[in-house]
Antibody, heavy 120, light 107 residues
Framework: QVQLKESGPGLVQPSETLSLTCTVSGFSLTSYGVNWVRQPPGKGLEWMGTIWNDGSTDYNSALKSRLSISRDTSKSQVFLKMNSLQTEDTAIYLC??????????????WGQGVMVTVSS | DIRMTQSPASLSASLGETVNIECLASEDIYSDLAWYQQKPGKSPQLLIYNANSLQNGVPSRFSGSGSGTQYSLKINSLQSEDVATYFCQQYNNYPPTFGGGTKLELK
């Protein structure tokens, strides 16, 4: 069955770089895109970016200067790197499989999420 | 960016009751709308896509409707397992954007 699982450090120092991995199973990264979405504690959802099935990427303009999404199809892994982290980047980071409906697509399967705290 | 405004922000209802949650888009999104359910401590789960299509495995008491800028999620015969926060999301234009959420509790 389709599964996504995020992994990465739970604590990041301010101004440092966040690196997260989303490991997927049950589908191919060359057939589906994968999105990163984040959720500050007790708040709503913010789409961060997408890596499409062809390897191209799209980013939220608010994060574009700090964000990079890449993948390793042989390992079924998608990577997120975001630099210059601040306390307001504290959030649960989730990866989600995307669809090609509309322009941005909706998200039919989600990982469990990983809590990232930005603090010294 | 397209702004998605959900109402109400919170809702208390009794078992067996019918519940309606509204989502208003800042511009026409041509039914490119999804609804998600997020239970406490869990990740979101897709309920509805294309405004009114039920995702596989979702109980039929959930339904979606709407067009243009106004959409709604209806839950018939509320069950205890429906206690959750519900989000709408538009995918008609970049970036995909979410509503602020509606927290549903039991009365």
């Amino acid at each position: 069955q389709v599964q996504l699982k995020e992994s990465g450090p739970g604590l990041v120092q301010p101004s440092e770089t966040l690196s997260l991995t989303c490991t997927v199973s049950g589908f191919s990264l060359t057939s589906y895109g994968v999105n990163w979405v984040r959720q500050p504690p007790g708040k709503g959802l913010e789409w961060m970016g997408t890596i499409w099935n062809d390897g191209s990427t799209d980013y939220n303009s608010a994060l574009k200067s700090r964000l990079s999404i890449s993948r390793d199809t042989s390992k079924s892994q998608v990577f997120l790197k975001m630099n210059s982290l601040q306390t307001e980047d504290t959030a649960i980071y989730l990866c989600a499989r995307g669809t090609t409906e509309g322009i941005g697509g909706y998200f039919d399967y989600w990982g469990q999420g990983v809590m990232v705290t930005v603090s010294s | 960016d397209i702004r998605m405004t959900q109402s109400p922000a919170s809702l208390s209802a009794s078992l067996g009751e019918t519940v309606n949650i509204e989502c208003l888009a800042s511009e026409d999104i041509y039914s490119d709308l999804a609804w998600y359910q997020q239970k406490p401590g869990k990740s979101p789960q897709l309920l509805i896509y294309n405004a009114n299509s039920l995702q596989n495995g979702v109980p039929s008491r959930f339904s979606g409707s709407g067009s243009g800028t106004q959409y709604s999620l209806k839950i018939n015969s509320l069950q205890s397992e429906d206690v959750a926060t519900y989000f709408c999301q538009q995918y008609n234009n970049y970036p995909p954007t979410f509503g602020g959420g509606t927290k549903l509790e039991l009365k």
